[in-house]
């Protein structure tokens, strides 16, 4: 079964620290996904990447950076957090190949970050 | 660039009821996907049913089923005999025929779809 794993659930941090949070899946696919999660405002993708040290920029890419240095491997950097930043972000991966109805894109638990 | 709307914010249903969640988008592009997620309050996102815009015929999940209006940029989707468990969050998304960054999903705001006794 498809399985893509959050490093945490929660995470609290402080101001203007340096903050990973780690995606891991199992299934040898292509994409992978970060998305931010706000009430009222839906999922949101912060970056994307589609092979290995491949990434591109969504919609709210700043404040943020990622890193892919295997397939099944997928992290997100927020280089100094900021209070704003205090969300739920979600990790999403697909394969590439393939007819798109066909490979949907199959989600994480999420990870709550606290920003103080 | 592409824009998804869900007007509903809450919704309620009672339970064995029918229920429909609205969902209109905004396109330029002729092919696109178009989907229903879950998200329960274990968070885990699940894919509830997905519709190629190309296909009339309105795609059905057992209990699930969607009113895909394509002229009219609209794409509900309908619970039948609901259900306890059906109570979440229902995100509809939309997602480009093209690959590269355009294979993003692009996200409603969401309808948060309670379920009485």
């Known amino acids: 079964d498809v399985k893509v794993t959050q490093s945490s659930r929660y995470l609290v941090k402080r101001t203007g620290e340096k903050v990973f949070l780690e995606c891991v899946q199992d299934?040898?696919?292509?994409?992978m996904f970060w998305y931010r999660q706000d009430p009222g405002l839906g999922l949101r993708l912060i970056y994307f990447s589609y092979d290995v040290k491949m990434k591109e920029k969504g919609d709210i890419p700043e404040g943020y950076s990622v890193s892919r240095e295997k397939k099944e491997r997928f992290s997100l950097i927020l280089e100094s957090a900021s209070t704003n930043q205090t969300s739920m972000y979600l990790c999403?991966?697909?394969?590439?190949?393939?007819?798109?109805?066909?490979?949907?894109?199959?989600f994480g638990d999420g990870t709550r970050l606290s920003i103080l | 660039a592409q824009t998804v709307t869900q007007s509903q914010p809450e919704m309620s249903v009672q339970e064995a009821e029918t229920v429909t969640l609205s969902c209109t988008y905004d396109?330029?592009?002729?092919?696109?996907?178009l989907f229903w997620y879950k998200q329960p309050p274990s968070r885990q996102m699940i894919l509830v049913i997905r519709?190629?815009?190309?296909?009339?015929q309105n795609a059905t999940e057992n209990r699930f089923s969607v009113n895909f209006q394509k002229a009219a940029k609209s794409f509900s989707l309908k619970i039948s005999d609901s259900q306890l468990g059906d109570a979440a969050m229902y995100f509809c998304a939309y997602r480009s025929y093209l690959t590269g960054t355009a294979s993003k999903l692009t996200f409603g705001t969401g309808t948060r779809l309670q379920v009485m006794l």
């Open positions: 519709q190629e815009a190309y296909k009339q």
């Open positions: 396109t330029s592009e002729s092919d696109y996907y």
């Open positions: 999403a991966s697909s394969l590439r190949r393939g007819r798109p109805v066909e490979q949907p894109q199959h």
């Open positions: 299934m040898d696919h292509e994409n």
